[in-house]
């Protein structure tokens, strides 16, 4: 899709504390500078003294105001009354998603068909790996492929250049099996939202070899987690999680096997929700509509 | 729950042609009149002509109008220019359940298990069914038990006995495995919405001995339909569907036994979605917020 | 079932050292004899040098020996050796499964249910409960509920009188919601198996509270878990776990509602599992065949 | 895997009216010529007077005759006095998989992605279409692409350059979302399994559309089936079905998505199910072992 085909979608999302009127006020606004809804969401922890989330799909066609117009208006009618934290999105800028990955192939394939298929709104500027394995695979799909080796020790400088790859280059990283632990630090300087997918039903099994963990715990069902990236170590807020059924006839090979495929699932979902901005991030946790 | 414990929340149901500015009226009107909006739902078959619904739950503490004068004027003022199809539901008043069974007891036990716990916001007052197997399991629940046997060919007379049982004593009826069909006169004259749970997934399978169906085709996965009753059998809107998979080890008895689970959750949760008013019916279709 | 109505087959489980020959051995003893197999299963962690495990169910009907003969000859002949641990259960003597129970009623009543339809081959001797709630819900299924109260600072005096209860009277000891944690000693002198029900997907939320702790991580599935008691508490062999999804939507409470479906239906499948001699432990974990 | 690598394993296939003594035979037949017993399944329709299935894994090494004598002294010892149907399949020699597909990528380059990662256990000689479109993604993965279209009215001449392709070329074709229905006189000159993957859970939404059908009917889960292919058009046996759930928000289009996903992974686990040898046929059924 070409940027002047994609739709002329604007995407509203809102925090505030819970009060009378919210969504009075959002609809009237958007109602009376023509803006068309689409869709509409909207959750509250507590009606008394909780927060309340809300996400508006609207049709720019008909609005009388500019963006910037538009933005501003909304920002002193609206969201300044109602203490909002607020972002708007356009559909017609889709998101850049950069992808790390190191060795095994499945979620970043998984990710690469389903952009290429239009399923994913969003260009993907660059893959980058801490090893070469998966150069062939990646620009087959004509998209750049970066080694960024990671040697012992010198963590620090592959995150620099990490740094300089995507810093203002993407607005979303995924982190499609990449297996190196991502400093604070970097966190703090990539500046956007990290998705991770960990290989088990989190907070069962945090850390490393969690499909050997499984197995020796001899549980009857294993998972994946998809969640935002945190300087604590697989507890970021988690986004999408889902599940698949082991007995014990499988091994941690099998489960590895049998676990690929829910990886590249939940991980899809998760960057898919966050492409369309259905995700809401508060305290450690995520509201998905 | 006695009617003065209950939530003094009103759900107001929406359907009309989807066109601008709905959401906008009908928040505005509630928080005009002092209602603290609790919960919104809405869905479109389509923003451009298509037909608009909307689910709103909402606080009747700080409303400024009496019943009768809040439904005339949100008639006069929203409704009626928007050519809605509407109603409000007060959740001080729950829905009267009269639930119909024949001999197989787990659908009926679930229910009046989970609304003794408080899982299903109504009273139930009564069950009738065409045998006396279940008096006693019902009547332990304090529940009136009345038994209107069917005989050969004289169908008639015992939908006339139900008729009179039924009419204006409830507003909504569960066939709980009740095994008996429902003629359109019966359908009609009851004049409350009828829930029934067919024991496969449907379209598969219409008809009696589903298992048995399932069993001679050799499908891998059994389910079970919740779905409003109309005239034509085991064909009217669906509210919910679940499914359990199954082997070349299981027979018709264990499909039957794995099957009673699948149907007790499933009407369980097509009925709650009832009584807290989730569902709207278009067509021969659902939409279950 | 009267005892004399029960199939006359027996079950055989084995488990021992993997090596060639195994189920040569047995089938042919088993053929030479006059048992016909039933069903049959086995898994081997490893074939080389690995442990073996097997399920052979047979009809008794055509055995030359009597079941003394029968055991002792198999014994000598089969089990010595190939070094097999190994047991012999009789479908004619069904086990005596005593229940315990605190005041949540979902599993107690599911379990009741079921041994009532028949799905459960068991007898049912008594419950116990720390609380009187549900007493008349187990009477009414004619089984004998017993109250063991415990003081605050008096666990022994109960643990001691349940003992009395239990001790000899049962086969297997259910835990269905049993809020009072089982001491070492208790479970040493109980002398049979004891299953739990653990309102989470183990090994995530050991502990109290786990619907609480999973809103506060945010997870977007839940789970339970059955497995049998040891002393560290919630770390014994997993027989069965299932799980549900939540959202955003769903707060502690929701999540307990949700969860008392699965609950009851993982203690239910592990129970049966267990009763029809499909479970065999090993170190941690179970091979359910 | 080159041949030499492949494990020195072999599978005997069975079936047979049922009878006591068949599992010690078989065995004991095993274990007197030296092969090690890996895996054994079994199922019987009925201990009395049913049919009899089973699968057999084991390790040839051991084995003290060559495969033509084994082949001869077990039907001769065993299978003939039993009356069974039987096959001896041998790891060493994986089963060669053509597969057709028309212009829908995902079923096709999920099996090309597994059967490089090693899942599954197969040669792919050839991969033909009736449209160009996916020639490039094929011969990325080194699988030779050829076209075979299907003209108007001329469907005859293109099953017959098919069956050049395949007859003897392959031991297995597979439909990954083939859209050309093959004739009664294709299916049985070609002389292999066919396997194919619909889309939907059948036998509800039987022939073309099956998204949209569901669509229109309302349902609340879709599903896919993988079966054999027999002349009646989705009537064949079925090999592996799943499901995943949607709502009123999922259009046609949405459920295509959503159903891409199970369509792959019902179809990838019915194809590894089958090269495993796991599936036997009796009627119009599978048991998969």
Not at 60 to 85: H, I, N, S, Y
Not at 237 to 260: L, Y
Request: some cysteine.
């Amino acid at each position: 899709m070409s940027s002047t085909d994609r739709p002329h979608v604007a995407r509203l999302l809102i925090s505030c504390p819970d009060k009378r009127g919210i969504v009075a006020a959002v609809s009237q606004f958007l109602y009376a500078h023509g803006a068309n809804i689409l869709d509409s969401d909207q959750h509250s922890t507590d009606p008394e003294g909780g927060r309340f989330f809300m996400r508006m799909e609207f049709h720019l066609d008909g609005l009388d105001l500019t963006r910037t117009q538009f933005e501003k208006a909304f920002g002193d009618v609206v969201a300044t009354p109602f203490e909002m934290t607020w972002r708007v999105w356009y559909a017609m800028e889709p998101k850049r998603m950069a992808i790390l990955v190191s060795k095994y192939d499945h979620c970043l394939l998984d990710l690469l068909w389903r952009h290429r298929r239009g399923e994913l709104d969003a260009t993907v500027p660059l893959v980058a790996s801490n090893h070469d394995d998966l150069r062939a695979d990646t620009e087959s799909f004509g998209v750049p492929f970066h080694l960024v080796t990671v040697e012992k020790g010198r963590k620090e400088e592959a995150e620099a250049r990490l740094l300089d790859l995507l810093a203002g280059q993407c607005d979303l990283v995924v982190l499609a099996r990449y297996m190196q632990i991502l400093s604070g630090d970097f966190l703090q300087k990539v500046g956007v939202p990290v998705i991770n997918i960990h290989h088990s039903f989190l907070p069962a099994f945090v850390g490393a070899n969690p499909y050997r963990a499984a197995f020796q715990r001899g549980v009857k069902i294993i998972g994946a987690t998809a969640h935002y990236v945190t300087e604590e170590l697989d507890a970021g807020p988690i986004i999408e999680q889902d599940v698949a059924r082991v007995s014990h006839n499988d091994g941690p090979d099998a489960m590895t096997r049998i676990g690929r495929d829910i990886e590249r699932a939940v991980l899809a979902r998760a960057v898919k929700a966050h492409l369309e901005d259905r995700v809401l991030v508060y305290g450690n946790k995520t509201v998905v509509f």
